[in-house]
């Protein structure tokens, strides 16, 4: 299983303006779309449009203002771990070594520590990050913590794993490298996922549908599939057309 199901859902917020007024700041309101089983889905906006909030309901961090979401049929009452987050922050637990952080969703499900170093240990292989076992994050570059958090995400086998701009705090050449590495890690896995970028190349790269957002209050302006063979390549002629496409689609809605 592995189908996120986003049905008519809002969030609003009310901002307090002077003494005794506020003000009803709507962020977006019946937004529905669906992730399929398997499906690589990336969404990109305008600064401001809601996509991180969008992510922070769908795991189930941040209460909606009205609609649903639903994890394979379920619906979404709060964190859960049918959901593994992986947030720009590496948010890592400094005082766990590489393999601790990842077996630390295992243990809060209550595996028994020998499966779960097992089960911690294929997913550092999966990561690329071997002879790294007993490393604390600070001896990390920052495309490895990501890794490790990747690796932590995965471990407790989601359903849908949510990612909210995981390369945005690395530099232009790491990032590539962690797009070609999840793009890897993607198809060994399967797993169903929601990446939220405002990197248009880097959506056009990794996924198999696009969803664009519109500026607040925020629909689902365009929904693109991306029919590329992979792994891809940045300088195929078509590729450059999506890339096209999508720039025209955010510049239409930042002017």
């Known amino acids: ?32 779309f669906s992730v399929r089983e398997g499906e690589f889905v990336c969404i990109i906006g305008p600064s401001g449009c809601g996509k991180s ?35 720009q922050e590496f948010a890592l ?40 076992e007993h490393f604390h994050p600070y001896r990390l570059s920052g495309g490895m913590r990501q890794r490790v958090g990747i690796a932590r995400a995965l471990a407790i086998e989601p359903s849908v794993l949510l990612m909210d701009e995981p390369f945005g705090a690395l530099d232009a050449q790491t990032r590539e490298s962690m797009q070609k590495a999840l793009g890897e890690i993607w198809q060994q896995t399967k797993k169903t ?35 590329l063979p992979r792994p891809r390549n940045r300088h195929d002629d078509k590729f450059q057309e999506y890339e096209l496409r999508l720039e025209r689609a955010i510049g239409t809605l930042a002017g």
Request: proline share 4%; glycine share 12%; hydrophobic share 40%.
């Open 53 to 87: 909030t969008l992510l922070n309901l769908s795991a189930g961090l941040d209460p909606a203002s009205g609609g649903e979401v639903f994890v394979d049929g379920r619906k979404v009452h709060g964190p859960g771990l049918d959901r593994g987050v992986v947030f």
């Open 193 to 227: 996922v929601l990446f939220i970028t405002h990197d248009i190349r880097e959506a056009v790269y990794l996924s198999d549908r696009v969803l664009v957002m519109s500026g607040r209050p925020a629909t689902i302006s365009l929904e693109l599939t991306i029919d």
């Open 1 to 32: 299983m592995g189908e996120l199901r986003i049905e008519n859902l809002g969030k609003s917020y009310q901002r307090r303006e002077g003494w005794n007024t506020t003000r009803t700041l709507r962020v977006f309101n019946n937004v529905s």
């Open 93 to 132: 637990f400094p005082w766990l070594t590489v393999i601790g952080n990842i077996e630390f969703g295992l243990r809060s499900k209550g595996v028994p520590a020998a499966e779960r170093r097992a089960i911690a240990q294929r997913y550092v292989n999966l990561v690329g990050l071997n002879g790294f």
